[in-house]
């Protein structure tokens, strides 16, 4: 005859199996569906373009932040991180990232948004390199499940130029 011990065992060993299963079907189920998100960010506005005393360019934009990210989101999404990085090319780096901006979006019911924001964080330049500088907008993001791998993926919006002169 089995004790009560042992039956309780056994069933938190199937239990435990059950969720494993369970975990490894949400992460699989997830990777079968293709996000198609959007986004659009339009630069309204130079606010300041400076070079700084210490000589590097420092510019500060208002941006008109849009994004459809709700396909991004099934069942096992936790949340979606997303930061907007301006990348540009100098004759000393081929590829410069500066985070311009970040958010947390919590769930599909957010992820339909604009947001009219100036760069959350500092647009520098180390050295003297923005004016005339073509630059192109990424949109980044990490999708947190919650359970299984986090994925990362990005929109790349280009044909942005910052002007010839400081102001
Ligand atoms: C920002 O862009 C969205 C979508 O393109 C538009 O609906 C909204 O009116 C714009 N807002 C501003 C302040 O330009
Ligand atoms: C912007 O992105 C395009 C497409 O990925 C790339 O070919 C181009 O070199 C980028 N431009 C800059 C200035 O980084």
Redesign the pocket.
């Known amino acids: 005859m089995h004790s009560f011990g042992y039956r309780a065992n056994a069933l938190l060993t199937f239990a435990v199996t059950i969720l494993a299963l369970i975990c490894a079907i949400a992460s699989f189920s997830d990777t079968l569906s293709t996000p198609t998100p959007t986004s659009?960010v339009?630069v309204?506005n130079i606010n300041r373009f400076q070079k700084k005393p210490d000589g590097d360019d420092e510019v500060s934009l208002t941006f008109?932040?849009?994004a459809n990210l709700q396909s991004l989101f099934t069942w096992n999404t936790k949340q979606v991180f997303v930061f907007l990085a301006a990348e540009y090319e100098t004759p000393k780096n081929s590829l410069n990232q500066v985070s311009l901006w970040d958010g947390i979006i919590p769930s599909k019911e957010h992820a339909d948004f604009?947001i009219?924001t100036t760069n959350k964080y500092r647009f520098i330049d180390q050295g003297s390199n923005l004016r005339g500088r073509n630059f192109n907008l990424t949109l980044h993001w990490h999708v947190m499940p919650k359970t299984g791998k986090m994925f990362a993926d990005k929109i790349v919006m280009t044909g942005y130029r910052l002007p010839q002169a400081y102001r």
């Open positions: 659009n339009q309204l008109n932040i849009s604009w009219h």
